[in-house]
Structure formats: structure tokens, C-alpha cells
Nanobody
């Protein structure tokens, strides 16, 4: 079973930026769909975006479009979520997850849902104050 570890969360004022990292074990990172999700207190988990490691282009949901950027560093087995112009409503626990069965087209087209991802990190808290 692979492993994912998120880091980079914290507290920031509205308008600020944070970069989250998702580092995978080597057996997990190779040519796999990595998704970013968030879950606010009392709300359902929602997708932010995804990227297929090894060179895929990122996909963004409506939540992720415009202010969030997904990138990857294959040498570090790490996918990043750069968040800018943060708003109080971005406050949530952020998770990365891996779907080992998805191919690049499925991943890059955003056809997935949270239930497709079988390997989850522990999450990292992001708190945005007004």
C-alpha cells in the first residue's frame, strides 16, 4: 500500500498565499493520478484538481480554477498545490489522494470523484482569517 504525506498548511490572512506539498512513496508516485481535495467542517469533501504524475497537465474543478495551481516535481515524488488570494471560505482540511487505476486521460479530464481515490494522506489544515 502506498503512502502520501501532506505538509504546508497553516494560518494566513485573507489575500495571502500558501503552498501545500504532497509527497508520495516511490511506489505510489510513478504514473498515477494525484488529486487535491478539501473538506470544511460540517461539509462534504470536494475536489480542487488533479494531475497525472510523469508529465500530465493539471485539471482544476471550479474550486481550483483561477487562484490555485497544481505542479509536480518528479525528482522529489511531490505534487504541489499553490494557493493564492486566499479567502476565509478556503478554510478547510486539505488532502491529497492517489488513484492508481486512472490513466492520464481520465485524470486530466476530471472524470473522477473522491470515491475513485484509494490512497489518502492524513490532511493538512488551512485556516484563512478575515
Amino acid at each position: 500500500q502506498g503512502q502520501l504525506v501532506e505538509s504546508g498548511g497553516g494560518s494566513v490572512q485573507a489575500g495571502g498565499s500558501l503552498r501545500l506539498s504532497c509527497t508520495a512513496s516511490e511506489d505510489t508516485f510513478s504514473r498515477v493520478c494525484i488529486g487535491w481535495f478539501r473538506q470544511a467542517l460540517g461539509k462534504e469533501r470536494e475536489g480542487v484538481g488533479s494531475v497525472f504524475t510523469g508529465g500530465g497537465l493539471p485539471y482544476y474543478t471550479d474550486i481550483g480554477k483561477g487562484r490555485f495551481t497544481i505542479s509536480q516535481d518528479d525528482s522529489k515524488n511531490t505534487v504541489y498545490l499553490q494557493m493564492s488570494s486566499l479567502k476565509p471560505e478556503d478554510t478547510a482540511m486539505y488532502y491529497c489522494a492517489a488513484d492508481p487505476r486512472a490513466g492520464p486521460t481520465y485524470c486530466g479530464g476530471g472524470y473522477w470523484g473522491p470515491h475513485d481515490f484509494t490512497i489518502w494522506g492524513q490532511g493538512t489544515q488551512v485556516t484563512v482569517s478575515s
